[in-house]
């Protein structure tokens, strides 16, 4: 090795080192602070052509273990793209997402799918269920993935089924479900593996004022069960539980309260 390279492994070396030090230090933190979830620095754009769509505007934000947030604000400003990635479904075009003290920016999609599985429920806008699974079969799929016994996924599912409303549609295709009851069946998916932290996309915006009560009194459980509860709502029922409401606007946090 001349000495030019070993210079140059040498400063890689410290330059690993120092970040390595760095992340130890982050890390450190939000487990002192029981922060769950930390984006950092959070960029995300979408390039379409020639046309760049600023979605996620160097956005850092910390969640606490327990917190019940609610994030609010006017269409296209990056609501659900923020949700993506804290929720590791997305990968940011800069910084860096910590959860529990991992740092899951860094993860191989494998490892983040398993992660994904044991530690986040997610509550998609679009609902995104298997449209040839029935919904029992849909809240079932990650208790099977999780290796629950079959006859524990039944159960639960069938009691999610009841809890929302939905005791009569076990057997049900998703295309055969009114958009409000494949809402439901998508919370119910979502709970179904009882994680520590949920995230839900505006998932009382297709129902009723009658079925929005069931998930409001969901969300209360959820937060006297001291969940983390990250949701995207404009919904009064919601917000009324909220520790604290930030505003997006334009791929940024523009307002904070608690
Ligand atoms: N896959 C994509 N490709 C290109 N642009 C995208 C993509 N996803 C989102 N965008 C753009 O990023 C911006 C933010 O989108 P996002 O879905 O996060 O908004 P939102 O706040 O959730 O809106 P809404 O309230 O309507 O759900 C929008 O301008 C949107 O057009
Ligand atoms: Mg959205």
Redo the contacts with the bound molecule.
Sequence with gaps: MNENSRKHNILNKKKDDDEDLEDYKIRKELIDEKIVIYGKDLV?N???GDFI?K??DNVSIKIKNGEFLVVK????????????LLGGLDNPNEGQIYSFGVKISDMDQETLTIWRLMNSGFIF?NYNLISTLTSEENIMFPLSLAGIKLEEQRNRAVSLLKTLGLGERREHLPFQLSAGEQQRVAIARALSNDPPVILA??PTANLDKGTSYIIRDVFEELKESEKTVMV?THDDHLISLADRVIY?DN?KIVDEEL
Aim: no cysteine; hydrophobic share 35%; glycine share 16%.
């Design positions: 995300k979408y390039e379409i769509v979605a996620i604000g006017p269409s296209g400003a990056g609501k659900t793209t923020l949700l993506n806008q996309d505006e995207v997006f791929g």
